[in-house]
């Protein structure tokens, strides 16, 4: 059974840093590709940050330069570092994983981060 479980989500002031953690499990963490997704106010949800079995990364253009995804395959854990954070970062991120032999998808419940003005 796969499970992904989020981590380090809070409230922070315009500005400031947080470090998301993904405890992942039940799935090849090296063959793997691993990311994070937001959903905003809006209810969409969009793709923040990804990392191939490798170490390629795509970011959404409104984070690049700001955000940055890593991950400890000890620890089978994603990393997002943010930083500069703003209010329209605010949201629940989830992490995500794509089993590398059968293309299913699967997501953590999520971790809420709020950026106050």
């Known amino acids: 059974q796969v499970q992904l479980v989020e981590s380090g989500g809070g409230l922070v002031q315009s500005g400031g840093s947080l470090r998301l953690s993904c405890v992942a499990s039940?799935?090849?963490?090296?063959?793997?590709?691993w990311g994070w997704w937001r959903q905003g106010s809006t209810g969409q949800r969009e793709l923040v940050a990804r990392?191939?079995?490798?170490?390629?990364?795509y970011y959404a253009n409104s984070v690049k330069g700001r955000f940055t995804i890593s991950k400890d395959v000890a620890k089978t854990t994603v990393y997002l570092q943010m930083s500069a954070l703003k209010p329209e970062d605010t949201g629940v991120y989830s992490c995500?994983?794509?089993?590398?032999?059968?293309?299913?998808?699967?997501w953590g419940r999520g971790t809420l981060v709020t950026v106050s003005s």
């Open positions: 995500w994983t794509q089993d590398a032999y059968s293309g299913t998808d699967y």
């Open positions: 990392i191939n079995s490798g170490t390629s990364t």
């Open positions: 039940g799935t090849s963490f090296t063959s793997n590709s």
